[in-house]
């Protein structure tokens, strides 16, 4: 999807973890948690989120968001702007 989309390589290697979040239910899909090993890499993969309502009908109910702390949410939100950390999660 990556390359697809935004032309952005990612590798066994970029990828740290990934995994299933929530119980398991018939009737929902359960989101990934993906932690890539750097920060550029997560920051061109959040951008290439909002790239994906152009990409037609075959990424359309994928979405992407940043997954914070709730100490960097409560930043996000009295500041609007990013923070980041020394890793990507998303």
């Known amino acids: 999807m990556c390359d697809d989309v935004a032309g952005i390589q990612i590798t ?3 990828i740290l973890k ?3 979040l929530g ?3 018939v009737d929902k ?3 990934f948690l993906v932690s ?5 890499t997560r920051d061109d993969i959040v951008r290439m989120g909002k790239d994906l309502v152009l990409s037609g009908r075959r ?3 994928v979405g992407i968001a940043p997954d914070f702390t709730p100490k960097q949410r409560g930043k ?3 500041t609007g702007g990013s923070q980041s950390s020394h ?4």
């Open 59 to 61: 990424y359309s109910k």
């Open 29 to 31: 899909t359960r989101p």
């Open 87 to 90: 890793r990507g999660e998303w």
């Open 23 to 25: 119980a398991y239910s």
């Open 36 to 40: 890539v090993s750097q920060e550029n």
């Open 18 to 20: 990934c995994i299933r």
């Open 12 to 14: 066994s290697p970029n």
């Open 76 to 78: 996000q939100e009295t």
